[in-house]
């Protein structure tokens, strides 16, 4: 037996890809608080939670892979980029020597690091974290997008799948998604690649990767339908069927290109 078909055998049939869009859709507030509903449609409200403080790093060096560093935190402790927050719905705070996020209520958390004063819209970026579940949980990493409703996610969740998003004003739709081995922290690698205004047949190359200590697992996607263009990247946490959430995340690394 193939050591696919024996971890398929083990963890049961793939969820239908639209399974955890259908328990984490909501909207995103563009400030740090809760965004009165506006219809049936938005019954369930989201908070956005974005590092106000401004970080400019000063020019970058070069990676292994050739990317320009942006970006890199261990998360043991508050700084420029991050800090610690309380507000409705969302708890930020360093525990442990790492960062954990809480998303109270239904709606997700949002946290956006700026890397410079003009902000941090990257076209083309990768991003590494360490992120750890708390129960009734899905969390992991967003880019793109042109405001705070529209933006790609990829996310882990404690029923064991990895899956790529795209979330809309008018909701949110799966790409992909591949079901993972059950682990006390995942590290995801994501890439999000493509034309800063791709327009409406520009194409965006989605990737994430996820490893474990026993094993790694991949989902990837092209976006060939008014894909998102430039935006910001950060951590995402939202709680399971409109329940609460929490996760810890360590060792966040961005680089460009």
Do not use: W
Request: net charge positive; glycine share 10%.
């Amino acid at each position: 037996m193939t050591r696919s078909a024996e971890r398929r055998r083990t963890r049961g049939p793939r969820r239908p890809r639209t399974d955890i869009v259908s328990r984490m859709r909501s909207r995103a507030a563009s400030t740090l608080r809760r965004r009165r509903p506006r219809g049936p449609a938005t019954r369930i409200s989201a908070t956005i939670a974005v590092a106000v403080a401004v970080v400019t790093l000063a020019g970058g060096s070069a990676t292994a892979a050739g990317g320009k560093l942006l970006f890199q935190d261990s998360l043991q402790r508050p700084s420029a980029a991050i800090k610690q927050q309380q507000a409705a719905g969302l708890s930020i705070a360093f525990v442990n020597h790492q960062l954990l996020i809480k998303s109270i209520g239904s709606g997700f958390v949002f946290l956006a690091p700026r890397f410079s004063s003009n902000g941090s819209r990257l076209a083309a970026v990768h991003v590494d974290v360490d992120v750890s579940l708390g129960p009734t949980t899905i969390a992991g990493l967003f880019c793109r997008g042109p405001n705070a409703n529209s933006f790609y996610d990829f996310v882990v969740d404690t029923d064991h799948t990895l899956s790529i998003n795209k979330a809309k004003a008018g909701g949110a739709t799966g790409l992909a998604s591949e079901n993972i081995a059950s682990a006390n922290q995942y590290h995801l690698s994501v890439e999000c690649s493509g034309p800063a205004r791709p327009g409406p047949t520009g194409k965006v190359h989605l990737q994430v990767g996820v490893s474990t200590p026993k094993e790694g697992d991949k989902a990837t996607f092209t976006d060939r339908s008014a894909a998102f263009g430039a935006g910001p990247v950060g951590l995402i946490v939202a709680g399971d069927s409109g329940q609460s959430g929490s996760a810890s995340f360590s060792n966040l690394t961005v680089r460009q290109g």
